[in-house]
């Protein structure tokens, strides 16, 4: 936890139009929507690993995070993958079932890239992906062990998103098409084109968070140690005189407004906001209820050390997400991303790491 006097340097993430031979693996991006750029080149999550709780879809790759851990030399490229299950119904308040997030970093000397940064003549040069490696679901990018048993030569990773790819485009392609895999391709339609199953692509572009007021240095704990104290002193007590207790509830309720309000204080100066890195920082919570206690952020399951708040990802990202439909969509107050402190060396695995959800109270969203 972050000490009261440390000065909070908030690094702000925005998303930006891009040039997708820019968002490539050997480029190290930051990004959000389209197809996972992946770091390691194996050993990437398996379709199990990327499945959600609720519903039993792979989930679709939401926003990936390049973030170096400069203390470690097995973490000198570090990226951060956010997955989302594109069911709705499966977005239920303050629960994480379905969203998962993985961490991938290599040593500056690895297998896959130059130890030299990528030069900017050479954004536009192909480099290496990671389906030299193992085969890719066409459809969203993961991992892709299921094959098109008549071609053999398109991979998928699941059996939805070879259904998707047949109706739009594969039936015509695919080279002994016969009517009976039509049949059976036609069971669980659900209309949903691949194009409308990635989210927009984006780059992520930082800049540190410029954010000058005076309530700056305030926690949360001192600004609602303000607020008890107040409730307790005599011109709260003269001002609840004669109040009705319907009134004073929602005077107890004022609490929750506080960190909604300091929320909406806080951010309203960079609205366009979609991350926030503070890496070993506090989350700006959008509400008071759901945020967890150091309990309930488990520890890393790789070595055992505690996790660390890294990164949020804030409500404005779904304004670029295209989730927005009259019934229910894809839905979050903020989505908290907690980490392994020690960058422990996982090789060139996929290790998942722990995100929590918190949710507007439903009479602020
Ligand atoms: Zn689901
Ligand atoms: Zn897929
Ligand atoms: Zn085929
Ligand atoms: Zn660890």
Known sequence: MASKMKVEHVELGFVEEADENDLTSHNFPSKVGGKPAWLSLSNLPSPDQVTCLICGDVMIFLMQVYAPDEEKDVAFHRILYLFICRNPSCCVPNSNNNIVVYRSQLGRYNNFYSSEPPEKSSRTVKGPTAEKYQPLCCVCGSSGPK??????????????????????GHKATCSKPSNKIIDYFFINDDGIKPSELLFPEFELVTEP?????SEKEKSETEKMEELNEFMKSEKAESLLQGVSSEDIEKMANKEEDEVFLYFRKRTQHEPEQVLRYNKG?????????NSPSDTDIPKCEECGSDRQFEFQVMPQLLNFLKVDSLEK?????????????????????????????QDFSPNKS
């Not at 094959?147 to 739009?168: A, I, L, P």
């Not at 968070?209 to 007021?213: F, G, I, P, S, W």
Request: with cysteine; aromatic share 14%.
């Open 147 to 168: 094959r098109c048993s008549k071609c053999q030569r398109r991979s998928y990773c699941s059996k939805k998103h070879q259904v998707m790819d047949w109706k739009n």
């Open 209 to 213: 968070e410029n954010y000058k007021d």
């Open 281 to 289: 920082g506090c989350p700006l919570w959008v509400s008071k209820e």
């Open 329 to 357: 969509s894809i839905d979050w107050g903020t989505l908290c991303v907690y980490t392994c402190k020690d960058s422990c060396d996982i090789g060139s695995r996929y290790s998942k790491e722990f995100v929590w959800k």
